[in-house]
């Protein structure tokens, strides 16, 4: 039984990372194009079986890491249409906007950066469009919202937006959360949902999309106090991503200067990873001041403070720190980190390094042979048993039991079990690690604890 060997491995560079892994992606049912069949919708991703399972994993950790393990945070779940007014006070209606130029050939717009040209170039009309070669028009600001109508006339009255980011959410909530647990300060209140942006040119598989997932936390602090919990919030990122199997070493952090913030930040880092095209934004904290809550309440009409003395009655208006991060991207970033080549018995072979905290599978159950009635049954019923506390296991048995190895570390499956003869023998099953090769004879009773499961 060869095939059943401990295999021996060799690491090998990666090049052409980027095609790599978004055809992985695509080929073993991670992320899709979204309306493929119709030739795609530009910025829109579907994600596959695997892909969703990898997008819950990583945000349930981050969930029971941020919200179910504290006691100082409360989470919720917001409308992603809210009353076009809370915009209007936050800024975004007025100045949620990218530079934009047009083409005055085909009319293809593009978002500055991304255009060949410079804002002083194109103003001037010096360089050309990327697409057809044409002039570019003036630079003109383009706001990123997602304009909608709400309810059954479509008028000045009932424009309202998609959500551009979540924390808009969070801050008209502010007075509920305060009013129905009377929480002191510090304390944050979170939400994992979806946001949306029109962008100009959105690329770069699911780094710039028009809609994605954030991961968002508004933690409120006493105006004194905003330093000291900044710091305390930048080693919690880092903290997040190594759990998730970011390595540190691969996050540099980035001061972002005062013309460069957005209109509410007083400070802000942004934490940037090496993807394939270049270091970009992975995840933002930001020190927002208390300009929302003092915002919206003047909007709004509504008092948003809390008390801060039991006694005397005294209230503030807190400041707050924000640690956002982007579901897609972090889910991008861990691909990229998770991506290996490498030789295995003299065979390039690809794998997903993948933290087993977060890999999709957990495991998978082979019988050995498929068309021996006794393995398939002894299989099945160890697949059964370990399904009840480990659902994420997979059943394979499509082709010989290299090529389901091979499949399975495409994938990113952890440890692979086999249900062969000598488990008919003795109740004992071959577990093959997916980052080593190797592969060891375990008692059917200690899978669990081989797996993983606490």
Known sequence: MNKMDNESTRPRPVSNGMEKIVSLAKRRGFIYPGSEIYGGLSGFWDYGPLGIALKRNIENLWWRTFVEDRDDMYGVDAAIIMHREAWKASGHVGGFSDPMVECKKCKRRFRLPVASATQAG??????????????????????????????????????????????????????????????????????????????????????????????EIEYFVRPDEWERWFVTWREEVFMFFDSIGIARDSIHESEIGHGDRAHYSKRTIDFEFDFPFGRKELCGLAYRTDFDLRAHAKTSGVELSVVIDDATGEKIVPHVIEPSFGVDRAIFALLVSAYTEDELNGEVRTYLKFNPAVAPIKAAVFPLLKNKPELVAKAREIYTGLKKTVPQILWDDNGNIGKRYRRQDEIGTPVCITVDFQTLEDDTVTVRDRDTGKQERVQISGLERQIGVK
């Open 122 to 215: 194109a103003d001037q009309g010096g360089e050309k469009c990327p697409e057809c070669g044409g002039s570019f028009g003036d630079v003109r600001q383009f706001n990123m919202m997602f304009k909608t109508h709400v309810g059954a006339t479509e008028d000045e009255s009932s424009v309202s937006y998609l959500r551009p980011e979540t924390a808009g959410g969070i801050f008209v909530n502010f007075k509920n959360i305060v009013d129905s647990f009377h929480p002191k300060l510090p304390f944050g209140i979170a939400q994992i949902g979806k946001a949306f942006r029109n962008e100009i040119a959105p690329r770069d598989f699911v780094f710039r999309t028009r809609e994605f997932g954030q991961m």
